[in-house]
């Protein structure tokens, strides 16, 4: 990557229309195109006291987003009649119970397309994002060398570019899904696919020997559908719906065209891993052609 923020860590980030009290600072908003693109450092500053306080993005081809800078802001609890509801996380075993998961395809709209015309099913950009962080990860968990995934969706998502990225030869590492609700990992699994608490960003980590394996972060949407891959009845209900079944559907259509990852995640979450500048790691990336990186990304 060209270069890296210096920014302090921990910032905060929310969409522009939910920022209050704050004003634009005109004379940062050097760098941009057709909008703000923070170069200049925070843009926003505090309504009452003139304070520098956030940064806004929203310059053409950037996701728009307000980062609030972690040395100038706290974080307070709303005062209103669910704040005790939402004052303590769900468990992990809460969350598995409540089986909301993402699923890995979605209709995409043609631009400026009317509801339900020029529609298409397409793998989720979701999907794309948290694939495209994962590899990065299994990419250095892997060592330099071949990792393997188990079957299936798995499969479809990482392993065509776990293959295309990792020198054969060596004995191949194994990632399996780790996580609640989870049987314990063997003792020869050395790289665990496990989940990110939705509330608190937490990972999951596993407890007795698999404590020694690599985690690679996946959101725990996308986590379920990869832990449980059957999340639909085993025969359609018929007559009325029993209780606990909401929808008798088909399962989703599979696509024809392979799975990938985003490239921008996977290059944004590398450069920030320590092991990118390990010799065996550069040299991979090094070899990282244009046309692979056209099939793979």
């Not at 609030?68 to 802001?73: C, E, I, R, Y």
């Not at 909301?100 to 009317?114: D, M, S, Y």
């Not at 968990?141 to 293959?163: H, I, K, M, N, Y």
Request: proline share 13%; charged share 20%.
């Amino acid at each position: 990557m060209y270069a890296l923020s210096d920014g302090a860590p921990g910032a905060v980030v929310m969409a522009p229309g939910d920022t209050r009290g704050t004003v634009l600072i005109p004379e940062k908003h050097g760098g941009h195109c057709c909008g703000l693109d923070g170069a200049d450092g925070p843009n926003m500053a505090c309504e009452a006291c003139g304070l520098p306080v956030a940064s806004r993005i929203d310059d053409c081809s950037l996701w728009q987003a307000v980062w609030l800078a972690p040395n100038t802001v706290r974080r307070l609890p709303v005062d209103h009649a669910d704040a005790d509801a939402h004052a303590v996380p769900l468990s992990w075993a809460e969350l598995t119970a409540e089986r909301k998961g993402t699923p890995p395809f979605e209709p995409i709209a043609g631009w400026g397309a009317r509801r339900g015309a020029h529609h298409w099913w397409s793998w989720s950009p979701q999907w794309e994002a948290a694939a495209g962080r994962a590899l990065a990860h299994l990419l250095v968990a892997s060592e330099g060398r071949p990792v393997t995934v188990p079957d299936g969706l798995a499969a479809e998502v990482f392993q065509r570019a776990l293959d295309a990225l990792l020198p054969a030869g060596p004995p191949a590492r194994r990632a399996v899904p780790a996580g609640p609700g989870r049987p314990a990992p063997d003792a020869d699994a050395g790289i665990l696919l496990v989940p990110v608490h939705p509330q608190t960003g937490e990972t999951w980590a596993p407890a007795g020997p698999a404590a020694s394996a690599y985690p690679v972060p996946l959101p725990f949407g996308v986590w379920l559908w990869l832990a449980f891959p059957d999340p639909y009845p085993p025969v359609p209900a018929s007559g009325g719906m029993p209780e606990g079944v909401l929808r008798d559907d088909p399962p989703l259509q599979r696509l024809f065209h392979p799975f990938r990852a985003d490239p921008g995640t996977f290059h944004h979450t590398l450069a920030r891993l320590p092991a990118v500048r390990s010799p065996w790691l550069r040299e991979i990336l090094d070899h990282l052609t244009q046309d692979l990186r056209a099939r793979l990304f």
